[in-house]
C-alpha cells in the first residue's frame, strides 16, 4: 500500500492542464474535492501530528509502530529470526495434517495477506524514501522491516487465537475480535469494546481511504500517463474512469463474479515475481557497481551528506516506508491471516512474520537497490513511480509499460482485499447480515469515484491517516495480550520439542487415519 | 485376504465405465474382493485466493464433500451393493494422481482403475491426471476406454 508524494507538483500541473482542456469534467472533479477536501484535513492533521526532531517533523504515529515493533522483538526473544526456518516449514505444509487437505493452507493465508500489502507501497512509495532520504534509507527501511516481523507474528497469533466461527461455518478474525474477547476474558469487557469500535471505525475508513481511494486515483493517474500524459484522452475524466473502475469492482464484490477476483489473484503474484526477477538481472548487468551502492546505503544511513535531519532524516525516511508498506501493527493483516485451518494460532503468527520480510525486506529493498545502482535517485525532478520506472527503463526500455500494468493489478488487488477488511469491520459493527453488507460496498464503491476524481494531495493524507488511526487502538491491545501470545508461543514450542507435533510423514499418518 | 480395487471418480462418464470394469474385475476375482470409489475434488494448498474464499473455505469444504457424497458417491454405492458387491466411498481433496496413489498403499489395493478422459488444452500442456497417475502409482493402474 502506499503513496507517492512527491507526485504532488506534477498532480497540480495535471490538475491546470485539466482544468484548461477540459473545463466541464474538472468542474465536476473539483467540485468532488471540495466537498470532501475540509471534511478530512482536520483527521489528518490530528493523526500526523508531528515533533521536530533534528530538524525534521517526525511523525508520532510512525514512532508508536517501531517503539511497538522493537518492544515485540524483545519481548519475543527475536522471533524472527529464531522460527524464520519454522516459517518456512509451516508454509511448505510439512506440518499439515493431510486430514485438513481442502481447507485454508498456510500458503493461502498467507498469500492472500501478501496480496493486500504487496503493492503500491513496493514501487512507489520507496522511490519516495531513497529520493528524499538518499541511499541510506534503505538501510533503516530493512531494519523497520525485520522489526516488523514480530508486530506481525504478535497480531497474526491473536488473529487466530480469537476468531469467530459464524453460523454459516465462515471465519471473522481480526482486531475486533481480539480487542474484545481478549480483554473480556480478563474483566476488562468494556474497555476491550471501545477499543475494537475505534479500531472497526478506522478500519472502515482506511478501505476507504488508503484500500480503495488511493489505490483508484493512482490507477488514473498512471493510465493517463501511458495514454499520452497530458496529451490523454483521459486527462479531466478521473470521474467516468473512477466508474468504469467501480463497475468492475462491483461486479466482483457484489455481483460474485469469481473469475475476475480468480485471474487478478494470479497476476498479482506473476507480476511481483517478474518484478523482483527484473530487479535482480538489473542487479546482475551492474554487478560490479553493488559494492559501491552498498556503501553509498551505509554511508548514507549513518553519515549522510545533503539531507535535511541528517541521520534521524533519513531514518524517518526509512522507516515511514517500510511501516507504509507492510502495515505491521496496522491490524489489517490479523484479518486475512485469521481463515487459516490451524489448531495453533502460534502456527500461523509465526508464517505471518514472513509477510514483512518478503515485502520490506525483499521486494522493498530489490526496488531500492535498482534506484541506487542506476544512479536514478540522482537525476533531477523525478519522484514516486516515475522515478522506479526510469530506473528499470535504463535497463529495459519496455518495462514501464510492464510496471503501468502492475501498478493496475496490484492497486485492483488491494482494493479487492481491502473492501474485506473494511466489510468485516462493517459486519462488526451493524451485525452480519446481506443488508448491511451491501449497504456497506455500495458505499465503498462510490468511494472508487471520488477518489479517482479527487486531486492527490489530499486523498493520500487521508489515505495514510485512517489507516495508521487502525495501529492506536491495534497496538494498545497487542501490548495487553502479548503475554497471551507468549503462552501460545511457549506451549506450541513445548509441543514441537516433545515431538507431540512433528513433521507429518504423508505416508505414515494415512496409514493410521 | 481381501482384495482391494480402488476406482476413480470425477462426475463424469468415464468413471461409469470404470466401475462397469470393476465389478467385471470383482467377479473375477471373487467374493473377497472391496471396491474403494474415491471422489477427487481437485485442490491445491498452494492456490492463490481472495480473503472471502479463505473466509468461507471450511463450509465450502463440508459442502463439496456433502455434494460428491449425494451426487456421484451414494447412488453408485447403492447399485454396486444392490448388485451383491462389496464397495465403500471417499472424499478427498488434492491432486488427483497423488491421491489415488496415497490411498492405493494406504489401504493395500490391487489396481487403481480410472475411466479414459478426453484430451483437453490443459492436458495437453501439463499432462492428464490419468498420464500422473501412472508415474506415480505404485499399484496397476487400469484405464478404461
Known amino acids: ?513 | 485376504m481381501t482384495t482391494s480395487l480402488i476406482v476413480g471418480l470425477d462426475g463424469t462418464p468415464g468413471g461409469d465405465s470404470a466401475i462397469a470394469y470393476a465389478k467385471r474385475v470383482a467377479s473375477l476375482v471373487g467374493a473377497e474382493t472391496r471396491i474403494i470409489l474415491c471422489y477427487v475434488v481437485e485442490w491445491s494448498p498452494y492456490s492463490f485466493n481472495t480473503p472471502e474464499e479463505n473466509a468461507q473455505r471450511a463450509s465450502r469444504r463440508e459442502n463439496e464433500i456433502k455434494l460428491a457424497r449425494e451426487r456421484v458417491l451414494a447412488p453408485a454405492i447403492s447399485e454396486l451393493e444392490k448388485e451383491g458387491y462389496q464397495v465403500e466411498g471417499r472424499v478427498r481433496h488434492g491432486d488427483a494422481a497423488e491421491i489415488l496413489s496415497l490411498l492405493a498403499r494406504e489401504v493395500n489395493a490391487e489396481q487403481i482403475i480410472v475411466g479414459r478422459k478426453g484430451e483437453s488444452v490443459r492436458s495437453r500442456i501439463f499432462g492428464s491426471v490419468t498420464a500422473h497417475l501412472i508415474q506415480e502409482a505404485s499399484v496397476p493402474v487400469t484405464i478404461v476406454p
Not at chain 1, 51 to 59: K, L
Not at chain 1, 86 to 112: C, N, W
Not at chain 1, 158 to 180: C, E, H, Q, T
Not at chain 1, 443 to 453: E, K, M, Q
Request: proline share 4%.
Open chain 1, 1 to 513: 500500500m502506499s503513496r507517492f508524494r512527491s507526485l504532488a507538483p506534477w498532480a497540480a500541473a495535471m490538475a491546470a492542464l485539466m482544468a484548461a482542456s477540459s473545463a466541464r469534467a474538472e468542474g465536476m472533479d473539483q467540485a468532488i474535492s471540495d466537498i470532501v477536501g475540509p471534511i478530512v484535513n482536520p483527521i489528518v492533521s490530528t493523526i500526523f501530528y508531528s515533533v521536530p526532531v533534528a530538524g525534521t517533523q517526525f511523525p508520532l504515529i510512525v514512532g508508536w509502530l517501531i517503539i511497538a515493533a522493537v518492544i515485540f522483538t524483545l519481548y519475543f526473544g527475536f522471533v524472527q529470526f529464531r522460527l524464520f526456518g519454522h516459517a518456512i516449514r509451516l508454509v511448505k505444509g510439512d506440518y499439515t495434517d493431510p486430514k485438513d487437505e481442502g481447507e485454508v493452507s498456510h500458503f493461502q493465508a498467507l498469500a492472500t495477506a501478501l496480496s493486500g500489502t504487496v503493492g503500491l507501497g513496493n514501487i512507489a512509495g520507496v522511490a519516495v524514501a531513497v529520493s528524499l532520504g538518499g541511499p541510506g534509507a534503505t538501510f533503516w527501511m530493512i531494519l523497520a522491516g525485520l522489526l516488523g516481523m514480530a508486530s506481525k507474528f504478535c497480531e497474526c497469533t491473536l488473529g487466530v487465537k480469537y476468531r469467530n466461527v459464524n453460523a454459516d461455518g465462515s471465519i471473522s478474525g481480526g482486531p475486533m475480535y481480539y480487542l474484545s474477547k481478549g480483554f473480556a476474558e480478563n474483566g476488562k469487557a468494556g474497555l476491550g469494546k471501545i477499543l475494537a469500535i475505534f479500531f472497526a471505525i478506522c478500519a472502515i475508513g482506511g478501505s476507504i481511504g488508503g484500500g480503495n481511494m488511493f489505490q483508484a486515483n493512482q490507477s488514473y493517474q498512471q493510465a493517463v500517463n501511458v495514454t499520452g500524459g497530458d496529451a490523454s484522452f483521459l486527462v479531466g475524466y478521473g470521474w467516468l474512469f473512477g466508474l468504469v473502475m467501480a463497475a468492475i469492482v462491483g461486479m466482483v464484490i457484489i455481483g460474485g463474479i469469481k473469475s475476475i477476483a480468480r485471474v487478478t489473484e494470479k497476476l498479482v503474484p506473476m507480476m511481483a515475481v517478474i518484478y523482483v526477477i527484473a530487479a535482480l538481472i538489473i542487479l546482475g548487468f551492474n554487478f560490479s557497481a553493488i559494492p559501491a551502492a552498498f556503501g553509498a546505503i551505509i554511508e548514507g544511513a549513518f553519515a549522510p551528506v545533503a539531507v535535511g535531519g541528517g541521520i534521524v532524516g533519513v531514518l524517518i525516511q526509512g522507516f515511514k516506508r517500510a511501516a507504509f508498506s507492510n502495515e505491521a501493527g496496522i491490524g489489517s493483516a490479523a484479518i486475512a491471516h485469521s481463515a487459516v485451518k490451524t489448531s495453533q494460532p502460534a502456527t500461523e503468527g509465526i508464517v505471518a512474520l514472513l509477510e514483512p520480510f518478503i515485502d520490506t525486506v525483499v521486494i522493498c529493498t530489490m526496488t531500492a537497490l535498482v534506484i541506487v545502482i542506476t544512479g536514478a535517485y540522482q537525476v533531477e525532478g523525478l519522484g514516486g513511480v516515475q522515478l522506479t520506472s526510469y530506473a528499470f527503463e535504463t535497463a529495459f526500455p519496455w518495462f514501464p509499460y510492464v510496471l503501468a500494468l502492475a501498478v493496475l493489478m496490484f492497486a485492483f488487488s488491494t482494493m479487492l482485499s481491502w473492501s474485506y477488511y473494511g466489510l468485516k469491520a462493517w459486519t462488526y459493527l451493524f451485525g452480519e447480515s446481506k443488508g448491511s453488507e451491501i449497504v456497506y460496498k455500495l458505499i465503498f464503491l462510490a468511494f472508487v469515484v471520488i477518489g479517482s476524481s479527487m486531486s492527490l494531495g489530499p486523498v493520500i493524507d487521508f489515505s495514510d491517516a485512517m489507516i495508521f488511526a487502525m495501529s492506536i487502538a491495534n497496538i494498545i491491545g497487542l501490548y495487553y495480550l502479548m503475554p497471551v501470545v507468549k503462552r501460545e508461543l511457549a506451549q506450541y514450542m513445548a509441543k514441537l520439542k516433545s515431538g507431540e507435533i512433528a513433521p507429518v510423514d504423508k505416508e505414515a499418518k494415512r496409514q493410521n487415519a
